[in-house]
């Protein structure tokens, strides 16, 4: 706690102590509190584009929310400018509500496409409505006060700025530092892994996107009680695209990158603006745009992945030996797995992508108690029927079950609930979370605490269970030395072995393993195996999906063959090593 804490008090020293300086010229302080306002609403796009991969050109407009709302409550209606700030942070916030819920269904460059027709089409809305001024806007907002004293000039408005900025900043940090954290951190890698362990992905999408929006309203609200005047211009497409730019110079995945993005930006304009006309005799404004945009492209080539993980590269880092802190064991999920009796049955199941059929009529079970190996060759429908299993790809026809309820059309979140966990074939974790982090995401549905609890750090019990129980699953594959590394720093066969843990806390009653065994050593496959046969003995069925003959033919109770998405024999492994449709489908008609 105390290495979060203490940074960010010897920050709010510093910023407090910067008006009282003597000699300090006033423009500086004009420069800190621009810098303040463009971090608000930085620290809102990287969460939104930099943390949780949902790019977004239109957040100027969100300022013009939270400026137009307070401008206008505080001039036609005479309300005062603090009773009106819930009102320019529920404003911003509920046209994030109408705007995320179209835009967030967008995927790929739409996705950008969509947030730059919103902006500006509000852009020019906020120019023609006559309420609002047109484009002359409205003036005459009063200044912030508390009680006599009124903040007229920059240096006192100067404090309000910042406050905001640090409690932002700490909120933002305790956000992404939990359970709703690591689901906003999981769509960047796309939406199938998350939703697998239980996150309502549309529903993370949309939080952020709120949680973004409200900042940068209460970034609009400071604003025109800086100004004292609102009009469309700073709301503009333009001033979108800028932000943006703020939030990948700092460091889009890093809350303080905002900061020190929006410092970078601020004043590399300041400059450019003095300095220009002067070393060109006046004609330097027609260069101010080139010459920026050099300058930013040649800071983005000497830090990539922004300035703020370039300046902290230079730091001393923590104790990354770590271990989470000891705490109540999670309530077990399946204490009554069956330990008798069916727990999954496909039923002619069928998948078809057009004029292809996938998985054709494949029928199998999985008994409790038990290891079933899904074995063909390349593109025989392995990963296909996993798929519909899981809820990921929806059936064309027949059925699914899951103790003799039909799961057939159920999305994905539902599935897990009753306890059917999964690995994928192409590995999906997070590369630059840590392992703990990528496994505590398999026990998502296990945790209670929400975005604002986690926020306001009342998440903490909630969060130590979490993070125990991943510490358990991590030590239980073997990977307890690799705890705190980042998971893309790991070989492709630890990543799967990871995999293999995140699956483990959801306390499954039946695990899904798609080629498990893929990338790992012969010592590797040997405890792979003891580990799964640990499991069954514990109660826990598996079906998986491999390609190594020797690692399945000892592992596996039962195997079920498929070629080109027919089921084509189903036995022991002693009657699969023998069957002539088997040894064809292998090694092919002469063999």
């Known amino acids: ?197 239980g996150v309502q992905t549309a529903r993370a999408k949309l939080l952020v996107f709120i949680y973004a929006a409200v900042l940068a309203g209460l970034s609009g609200w400071l604003y025109a009680h800086f100004q004292r005047a609102a009009n469309p211009t700073p709301f503009g497409p333009h001033l979108g695209i800028e932000y943006l730019f703020i939030a990948v110079v700092g460091g889009a995945g890093y809350v303080w990158g905002g900061v020190l993005g929006a410092a970078v930006v601020v004043i590399l304009k300041e400059v450019l603006q003095s300095y220009l006309p002067l070393i060109f005799g006046g004609g330097g404004g027609q260069l101010e745009t080139i010459v920026f945009g050099i300058l930013l492209v040649t800071l983005l080539q000497l830090a990539p992945t922004g300035m703020w993980p370039w300046l902290t590269a230079w730091l001393p880092s923590g104790d990354s030996r770590k271990r989470p802190a000891p705490a109540d064991a999670l309530p077990a999920r399946n204490d009554h797995r069956p330990d008798t009796g069916v727990l999954l049955q496909v039923d002619k199941a069928r998948k078809q992508f057009g004029g292809v059929v996938a998985v054709n009529d494949v029928s199998f079970n999985v008994q409790a108690r038990e290891i079933v190996a899904l074995i063909g060759p390349n593109g025989a429908g392995k990963s296909t029927t996993f798929n519909l299993i899981t809820g990921v790809l929806a059936a064309t026809a027949g059925k699914v079950a899951v103790l003799g309820k039909s799961v057939s059309g159920a999305p994905p979140q539902e599935i897990v609930k009753l306890g059917i966990a999964r690995t994928f074939q192409h590995v999906k974790l997070v590369p630059d979370m840590t392992v703990l982090e990528n496994v505590a995401l398999g026990a998502h549905l296990r945790g209670r605490s929400g975005a604002i609890a986690s926020m306001l750090r009342l998440d903490r019990a909630d969060e130590a269970k979490l993070l125990a129980e991943a510490a358990k699953q991590i030590e239980r594959v073997g990977l307890g030395d690799q705890m705190n590394q980042l998971a893309g720093s790991l070989s492709l066969g630890q990543q799967r072995i990871v995999e293999i843990a995140r699956a483990l806390c959801v306390d499954p009653m039946l695990l899904l393993l798609d080629e498990p065994a893929a990338g790992l050593r012969h010592m590797e496959k040997q405890q792979l195996a003891s580990l799964l046969r640990q499991l069954r003995d514990g109660g826990m069925s598996v079906l998986l999906v491999e390609h190594d003959m020797g690692f399945v033919m000892n592992l596996a109770n039962r195997i079920v063959v498929l070629d080109f998405g027919t089921k084509i024999a189903e036995g022991t492994p002693a009657d699969i090593k023998t069957n002539p449709d088997v040894i064809k489908a292998y090694l092919g008609a002469v063999a």
């Open 1 to 197: 706690m105390t290495s979060r804490i203490l940074p960010i008090l010897v920050f709010a020293l510093v910023m407090a102590t910067i008006p009282f300086v003597p000699g300090v010229p006033p423009f500086w302080i004009v420069l800190l509190d621009n810098i303040g306002l463009a971090a608000l609403v930085a620290m809102g796009l990287v969460l939104l584009t930099g943390v949780g991969g949902l790019t977004s050109f239109g957040q100027a407009a969100f300022c013009g929310f939270g400026a137009y709302t307070t401008a206008y409550l505080t001039t036609a209606y005479g309300m005062s400018p603090w009773l009106t700030l819930p009102m320019s942070l529920i404003v911003s916030g509920l046209a994030a509500v109408l705007l995320g819920i179209i835009t967030m269904r967008l995927s790929g460059h739409y996705l950008p496409l969509g947030t730059i027709a919103w902006g500006i089409s509000l852009f020019y809305l906020f120019s023609k409505l006559e309420f609002l001024g047109r484009n002359d806007g409205i003036s005459g907002i009063p200044p912030l006060s508390i009680g006599n004293w009124k903040m007229l000039d920059p240096g006192s408005i100067y404090f309000p700025i910042w406050i905001a900025v640090i409690i932002c900043a700490l909120l933002s940090m305790n956000l992404l530092d939990s359970r709703t954290g690591r689901a906003i951190r999981a769509l960047r890698r796309g939406h199938i892994a998350a939703e697998a362990f």
